[in-house]
């Protein structure tokens, strides 16, 4: 079982270097479903390693299933070449829509590496970049941006998260100058070069709808459903126990109480899924060493245990 905090940079300056949540949960000895059983029984070792990663991540099932149809396409490919029959080519520009904290920024970063391994990407790299990296300040400077992060990501992917915010600024802004080049890009640079844009659902449709030439240059799209309240406790556990801390029974049922509140609640615009979580279990064990400190309790069980009061939620 493993979990990584990492801070995902692209180099660029930017307003923000988002914190982007790893969590794994250990795999069972065999694929959970046919088609990764399938695939796995194909895959190079160092494809399969990328597939296990891919599966030890909770949810994310549309994603996987995409991944899974993209190699087995290359692989088919590849025997219906032996045969002299045609083969399907495809562009693999992407559109992930979700909601915050769903995994779109770790599933781009594994999706990267895989396609290095399936030779579709010569590097594997992934750039993210935001609105304030392509968008200029004068006439020309924003197209010049667009060139040099494609140029940069080229090889790999470029991730733009929240690209509605492209569309924002009304006739004068320069965000539509940065998709109508991206656009051009996509049709330019498309053998060694990814892109994937990515934010809220109705948000990406309406961002669609900005150029006509970018609905048929992102063919693939995938949803990142919220995570259910029993996924967000596995994560709870997940998270937890790869700090060396364990929740205990009460702990998370003071969770499940909270999480299930915000999921059913037909008002809520913002829950942030694995990040709220994330803070939920930051938040505690700070809240937990005053308690032990107060409480001059420093044994081994007591480091471990976050209670249910260390829970502020």
């Known amino acids: 079982m493993e979990s990584n905090i990492l801070v995902e940079s692209s180099g660029i300056p930017s307003s923000t270097n988002r914190i982007q949540v790893v969590f794994k949960r250990e795999l069972p000895k065999k694929p959970a479903n046919t088609l990764a059983a399938s695939i796995s029984a194909t895959a190079p070792s160092e494809l ?7 599966e030890g991540l909770v949810g994310l099932q549309e994603a996987k299933k995409t991944i899974y149809e993209i190699y087995a396409l290359l692989k088919i490919n590849k025997e219906r070449e032996k045969h002299h029959l ?14 915050p904290g769903t995994g779109k920024t770790t599933v781009a970063r594994l999706f990267g590496k895989m396609f290095r391994e399936m030779g579709i990407l010569s590097k594997g790299h992934l750039i993210e970049v935001e609105r304030a990296d392509l968008v200029g ?16 990501a080229l090889g790999g992917i470029l991730f733009i998260d929240e690209a509605y915010s ?10 539509k100058e940065a998709v109508d080049c991206l656009t051009k890009a996509l049709e330019d640079s498309n053998k060694d070069f990814i892109c994937i844009i990515a ?19 992102f063919p693939v799209h995938i949803t990142f459903d919220d995570y259910s309240v029993d996924e967000l406790l ?51 064990i700070r809240v937990q ?15 471990v245990k976050l209670k249910p009061e260390d829970f502020s939620i």
């Open 234 to 284: 596995e994560i709870a556990n997940i998270m937890a126990r790869n700090k060396d801390f364990e929740i205990t029974k009460d702990g998370l049922e003071k969770i499940k109480r909270t999480v299930s509140g915000i999921v059913s609640d037909p008002f809520q615009m913002n829950f942030s899924n694995a990040r709220f979580i994330r803070n939920c279990i930051e938040k505690a």
């Open 48 to 54: 399969l390693s990328l597939f296990d990663e891919l």
């Open 289 to 303: 060493a005053v308690r032990l400190i107060k409480a001059n309790e420093f044994g081994r069980d007591d480091l």
């Open 199 to 217: 934010g809220y659902n109705e948000e990406m449709e309406n961002f669609l709808d900005l150029n006509p030439g970018l609905p048929s240059r």
């Open 137 to 152: 300040e004068f006439i020309g400077h924003t197209a010049q941006k667009t060139r040099d992060l494609v140029k940069k």
């Open 166 to 175: 492209l569309a924002r600024g009304g006739e004068k802004d320069f965000g």
């Open 86 to 99: 045609k083969q399907e080519k495809q562009v693999f520009h992407m559109v992930f829509k979700g909601n």
